[in-house]
């Protein structure tokens, strides 16, 4: 019997060894956290669908934005959750609103963390859509009419730029669009520019997917569609070559970073997209791939630590520049202690 000259064991025999030739490295700087924001004072809520994911107010948001920023994550993005919700979700372009008084907050105390924020209608509409819808929406039985709708894309693209101006106003660094209108990276471009926010970045969720993962994300931030579904706007999960020309287009916009998601089904989303674009790349591990392990771990099913590192690091290894996380912190909290 011959046996082969190179083993690849040779490499891997001793955590020292595994590190050294470790082809992918997750690092804190790799991670954005996301938060929940709420009005009010004092209120840390937990959302049942999320463990250990809360919703804050902006004092305790503070806190909270201070201990991720003093772990070295080098950003963070913020959603707002509101209860004044109307048909054309004004108040999310308010400048009193929770969003634009947080990033105003967090700019005063740590000017130096990068606030990203979601511009989008969701939980700002009273029907919980992304957009203006083109129809009047009638009640029967105190409950929306469920047929007969459609977003009104290109109406719907003055009031993202509304909210992602006066997101800059309040001092974000980036805005990211997540509506998945046609047009809206440029025209939130224009309107950024025309106001003297040159600088401020736009990282688009070029390719977002109409995915079941996104449920407990709509619980913590209360919006849900009280009828019907997103799949008019955003993607179709069969699809990839449509994601590509998502992404050019964007790019052609003037998105400065893409995005994919969500991210654990969609790695192979993510690799097209880094083989055939020379921008940053943004993946989001959703509330859904969150809530899943966390569940499993809570029964004992699954090491929560060790499968952590293991989505996080395979959604790097596939080509992410850049990964939003809920578990950013705890994570950051884990390679700081090297106890990977
Ligand atoms: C808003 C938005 C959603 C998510 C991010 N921005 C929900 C949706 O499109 O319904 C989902 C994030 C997550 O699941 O963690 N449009």
Redesign the pocket.
């Given at each position: 019997m011959k046996f082969p000259k190179y083993r690849l064991r040779r490499l891997r025999r001793t955590e020292n060894f595994r590190k050294l030739f470790s082809e992918t490295k997750l690092s804190v700087s790799d991670l954005i956290m996301?938060y929940f924001v709420v009005g009010g004072k004092n209120i840390k809520q937990p959302i049942k669908s999320m463990p250990d994911i809360f919703r804050y107010s902006i004092d305790k948001l503070l806190k909270e934005v201070k201990e991720t920023h003093n772990l070295g994550i080098p950003a963070v993005l913020l959603?707002g959750v509101t209860e004044k919700k109307d048909r054309i979700g004004s108040y999310a372009y308010n400048k009193n609103d929770i969003v634009q008084k947080a990033i105003r907050t967090i700019k005063k105390e740590i000017p130096d963390i990068v606030v990203i924020t979601?511009v989008?209608m969701?939980?700002y509409t009273s029907h919980g859509h992304?957009g203006i819808l083109k129809h009047n929406l009638k009640k029967t039985n105190n409950k929306l009419r469920t047929t007969n709708y459609e977003i009104d894309n290109d109406a719907t693209l003055d009031t993202l730029s509304k909210i992602a101006l006066s997101h800059a106003l309040a001092g974000a660094d980036i805005v990211a669009p997540?509506?998945m209108m046609d047009g809206q990276v440029q025209a939130i471009r224009e309107t950024l520019d025309k106001n003297g926010f040159k600088d401020v970045a736009i990282l688009s969720?070029s390719a977002?997917y109409a995915?079941n993962?996104?449920?407990?994300?709509?619980e913590a931030?209360d919006?849900?569609p009280k009828f019907g579904d997103?799949k008019s706007y955003?993607m179709n999960f069969s699809n990839v070559k449509e994601a590509l020309r998502e992404v050019e287009q964007d790019i052609n916009e003037g998105a400065d970073i893409v995005m994919v998601?969500?991210a654990l089904s969609y790695l192979d989303v993510i690799r097209d997209v880094k083989e055939n674009f020379n921008i940053p790349l943004a993946a989001?591990n959703?509330?859904?791939e969150?809530s899943m392990v966390k569940a499993s771990s809570e029964k004992g099913w699954l090491n929560e630590k060790k499968v952590v590192l293991e989505i996080l690091t395979s959604i790097k290894r596939a080509g992410a520049d850049i990964i939003i996380s809920?578990w950013a912190k705890e994570v950051a909290k884990w390679l700081i202690c090297n106890s990977v």
């Open positions: 996301p959603f979601d989008c969701c939980s992304c997540s509506a969720y977002k995915s993962f996104y449920g407990p994300f709509r931030a919006s849900s997103r955003q998601k969500p989001y959703v509330s859904g969150y809920y």
